[in-house]
């Protein structure tokens, strides 16, 4: 039906930057929120940011001023730019999608899961 192809993960030395992309496709009528969540080893999985369809992002205190989410509605995709990286943001990320898809002549709403990303921050 949907499937969610998140990318772009990999190793980088503090202060550096990654690019993650998530691609959904499928039978998609429409997507609402997207959002990219983390989780590091031993720790519970949280939200890092989330962006509407019209654009209205919101962040977590931590990444505020140095990770930028954005999306391309025409491609179903999501981005999560992160700059000034550091040892702490090493996670396994996972974007996340708020998805309306058609099915057997009905539409259907569900969330979705990408397969999740490894970034990690160490010199």
């Known amino acids: 039906q949907v499937q969610l192809v998140d990318s772009g993960g990999g190793l980088v030395q503090p202060g550096g930057s990654l690019r993650l992309s998530c691609a959904a496709s499928?039978?998609?009528?429409?997507?609402?929120?997207m959002g990219w969540y983390r989780q590091a080893p031993g720790k519970q999985r949280e939200l890092v940011a989330t962006i509407s369809s019209g654009g209205l992002t919101n962040y977590i205190d931590s990444v505020k001023g140095r990770f930028t989410i954005s999306r391309d509605n025409a491609k179903n995709t999501v981005y999560l730019q992160m700059n000034s990286l550091k040892p702490e943001d090493t996670a396994l990320y996972y974007c996340n999608a708020d998805v309306v898809y058609r099915n057997g002549g009905l539409n259907y709403r569900r969330d979705y899961w990408g397969q999740g990303t490894q970034v990690t921050v160490s010199s």
């Open positions: 499928g039978s998609i009528i429409t997507i609402n929120d």
